[in-house]
């Protein structure tokens, strides 16, 4: 097995972590492709060397330039290919000549737009596997490894390193992921943007990231699956090592048909596609914002041994809200039993409401309400802990006056400190108690800039924050569905 | 009719406009409410005489104290009671003696707690009905009105005044709306948190809200329903004037279970509500962001005739993906008229899709974009336009470099400004045609503190760009199913 692990990490080499880079289509023109991705993967800081080549220009970007792959004075691992759709065949084949192991055509104009684009694009697939070289796009916006520092993409913002994987067929939603990786802080191990697919498939970047040591958790858009039975495979196998998130489109006629004329993808049907999730275990979402909220809650929680929810708040109707959106997700509402009461009865004020969820009221302040988290928690009838409202744990008084919005001006540190401390105790008894806490709160003390300054502070801990109640619950039933599926696998 | 607006604005006008405030339970204690919010009411500029109550005080935070409500040397318009649960009924009947018209109960420790808490409440409103006193409350965070500088509230932040009110049965939500509000630079009209509403109901909110000239728009977050006839007659008369947009809590048994002990709300079926909604044009959404979103789109866009939808999109992924939300919530992506798609070939490339969604492939920028949205808002048989990513329309390279996430520092004003001119072109062209043009964007060439600065500036215009595609085609479907209401009665 750690054989095999090895051939498909060395499969990838060539493409992810690429000691050498010749750029057929390196342009001067700042408008076109082929500079601003060159641009990008100079300023991304890769360390190897970078072969612009195009006839008609010595230099570009202070790179010496090659009028032909063949006078390039060794063998680059990768081709990055961003000449117009007709060269890209004959550019294939003198990267196959030269040894060249794996390509990245960023051009458009293949299968997507159906009649002459699809024979282009079967015959550059033929010439690139007649030579053993592997082929993403095309298409694509390329692809991004920040831990080396290789950024073969189109949008000029670089995502630390960290362990979330995204991987889409849609340059435009891969970047959108990536970018909101970035924005709360977290870190990405690889940005796959598949295009047509036309030699490698989801199912090739699925099994690359199952064994890519830098990747925890994978985050998927999909438009059509056309090997039904490997992704079956491939997918049931990795999601038993890695939680594996996907957002899939093309569901309705009208995403169906888009999807058709964007990647060339065959949506197939949506009764389907959920019956392969549950097969796989792959956690199926509704929109992006999911897709996020729950990669990310995947890489710091214990999952639930069930369905059983606690709920504790600081805010009344955040609770009933909370407790709604559990039920509506088939969350059990737990009735917490009288040991429980007890023990909360202790320092909770006496006309606390005796019920789950647990409402701190106004009373409840400080230390007491991580107590009360941690009795809800040692429950055996709970499998794990909604937190609505960390304002009575932050005791935001404490802390000097609000800033004033939009300017950025005020606090500051010491609020995002203030927080990421709350909820690192809530990550720490996560932990002690092997439940998953699941927080969300505002920040009534943060103004909208110090909100942004604070998610990505908590990204800096791989650590989350949800902005509403709704989102908290369906992360502990996307938590809980995958635990399930473990367990039955 | 004149004359009956003016009655229920007369009625209104102490607890909201008033000239003279009493403060019952006022501390010099920062921990209490008492001091928490008189400290507010102060700092939010209130202009009319504040008379603090307090056996004990001679003077609190820089007013003259009062032992005696009769003591008070004129008749004030409100009184603001933050007394303990067994001392409110002697002190409503000391302000009824007083004259005093108007009382905000803050106080928590009544019907919501039983037993006790239940004869109290009903002993505090027979007290006030018997003076013609009107009361809010108890168990409630208070009032906003920005207009007027009246900001009876816990939260220590001010919204700006704006066309938005906000009522909720949990103090919890209202404040969580107003801050949203407030940090997308929205503002508020009048902010109400009716806790247990034991004499005024939602339905006399609606009421007033429905005349209250500085209200465009109403939010609710609703528990319970209990004058199913009166609040049937009320919101179908508002909802014919302005959009009423309603959260309901409580639908799942944990919920109601819930809204008992929070605020002694009965939750009341959920078809019973879906069935209210139906009937009065009330627009029902499922959570905090849609309310918002919802909320804020009325403000600028005309309603469109029908489900109708064109979809014109800057990434192929979000296109596919709002096509596919249009198609859940029941809105219909048409299939574009041969005149039309022979006008969109004039400026087009060659090889774009011919379809609905219109994408604009990497090729279409600056003002084709306009031209685009505009082509298809013309077919008659589109009813508005779904706009996904507005970086084509912006041509983002012409801003200078991006900033570093987290830093606030980059180009700012420059971006907010070219973002917030984008969308007004939208605007415009959605006010020209008379059909609605729903923009979902990132902002890619943006940072994260850049990125509140753009949602902020844009609220400064009314104006809103969304985060993500289902959110926008989620607006849509609120304007027609408004529209769809207004044509039916």
Known sequence: LAGISQEILEKFRPLFNPRAIAFPGASKDPGKWGYIILNNLIKGGYRGKVYPVNPKEAEILGLKGYSKIEHIPETPDLAVIVVPPRSVVSVVKDCVKKGIKAGIVITAGFAEIGGEGKDLQKEMVEAARAGGMILLGPNCNGIMNPADHVHVQFPSFYP???????IAQSGNVVDSVARQIMLRGHGLSKAISAGNQADLTIEDYLEYLGEDPQTGVILGYV????KGQKFLHIAGKVSRRKPIIILKAGSSEAGAQAAMSHTASIAGSDVVFDAVCRQTGIIRVSNLNELLNIGMAFLRQPLPRGRRVGIVTGG??????????????RLEVVCLPEKTIKELDAFMPPWWNRGNPVDLVANVQGDNVFKAVEVVLDCPKVDGVLMMSIMPALQPGRLSSPAKPGTGKGRGGEAVQAVVEVIERFNSLAEKHQKPVIVASEHMFADAVMETQINYGLGQHQAICHQMPHQAAR???????????????
Chains 1, 2 share one sequence.
């Open 160 to 166: 630390q390193p960290g362990p979330i994987a995204v």
């Open 223 to 226: 438009e059509g699956i056309e």
């Open 316 to 329: 009344g109707g955040w609770g009933v809200l909370a407790a709604d959106v559990c039920a509506r997700l």
């Open 475 to 489: 992360v502990f039933q996307a938590l809980s569905n995958y635990a399930d599926y473990l367990n039955r696998t």
